[in-house]
């Protein structure tokens, strides 16, 4: 079974300084890996996924993500966070040899300080 | 170009009561995936459907059912509605196949509280 763990509920930085929002990973086969960002009472919003290639995927808004085999993980960055990235980020993974469904983490939520 | 579009956007049902919540995929889409999200969860896959047919399914009852039409639009049914299944409910459109590199085009989610 394929799953998803953000380890942190609550990501909070100064604008301007570097956004981290941590995300591992579990599945038997090659992984497929995304980023979404919800806005409140709102859908979901694709970011950037990891397909196969480079390790680091550029994606909206600034936001990139480096894919690590060997530690399954797969953190979301950007260098400069502003106060319009705050919001609430799901990791999600998909084993595309057995699966057609994504799995999502729980969330973090990020706040970013004026 | 339409993005996903779901209705209604809220709505309240008592207990035991049944709802149905439609979905208009993305233009050039072909594969509709529901979702539940309770508050404060992630999204929880209920089924997906392509070529009018079930692909796969999550673990929810067979309360919930769903349907796809031959314009590739969907709706998600669920039955005899319990408290616990108030949640945004997430519908998702993708290429079922061949372009398909997985991600999901979201709609804004239709709110369903059950009292």
């Keep these: 079974a394929q799953s998803v763990a953000q380890p942190e509920d609550q990501?909070?930085?100064?604008?301007?300084?570097?956004?981290?929002?941590?995300?591992?990973?579990?599945?038997?086969?090659?992984?497929?890996?995304?980023?979404?960002v919800q806005y409140p009472n709102r859908g979901?919003?694709?970011?950037?996924?990891?397909?196969?290639?480079?390790?680091?995927?550029?994606?909206?808004?600034?936001?990139?993500?480096?894919?690590?085999?060997?530690?399954?993980?797969?953190?979301?960055?950007?260098?400069?966070?502003?106060?319009?990235?705050?919001?609430?980020?799901?990791c999600a993974v998909r084993d595309m040899a057995k699966d057609y469904k994504l799995s999502f983490g729980a969330g973090t939520t990020v706040t970013v300080r004026a | 170009?339409?993005?996903?579009?779901?209705?209604?956007?809220?709505?309240?049902k008592t207990r035991g009561?049944?709802?149905?919540?439609?979905?208009?995929?993305?233009?050039?889409?072909d594969t509709v995936s529901w979702y539940q999200q309770a508050l404060g969860q992630g999204p929880q896959f209920i089924f997906q459907y392509y070529e009018e047919e079930e692909r796969q399914r999550g673990n929810f009852p067979d309360r919930f059912s769903g349907h796809q039409f031959p314009n590739y639009s969907s709706e998600l049914n669920v039955n005899a509605l319990l408290l616990g299944d108030s949640a945004l409910y997430l519908c998702a459109s993708s290429l079922g196949s061949g372009g398909n590199t997985g991600e999901l085009f979201f709609g804004e989610g239709s709110r369903l509280t059950v009292l």
């Design chain 2, 1 to 12: 170009d339409a993005g996903v579009t779901q209705s209604p956007t809220h709505l309240i």
């Design chain 2, 17 to 29: 009561q049944q709802v149905t919540l439609r979905c208009s995929p993305k233009s050039g889409h």
């Design chain 1, 11 to 36: 990501v909070n930085v100064a604008e301007g300084n570097p956004l981290t929002v941590k995300c591992t990973y579990s599945v038997s086969g090659n992984p497929y890996l995304f980023w979404y």
């Design chain 1, 44 to 90: 979901l919003q694709f970011l950037l996924k990891y397909i196969t290639g480079d390790n680091l995927v550029k994606g909206s808004y600034g936001f990139e993500a480096e894919f690590n085999k060997s530690q399954t993980s797969f953190h979301l960055k950007k260098p400069s966070a502003l106060v319009s990235d705050s919001a609430l980020y799901f």
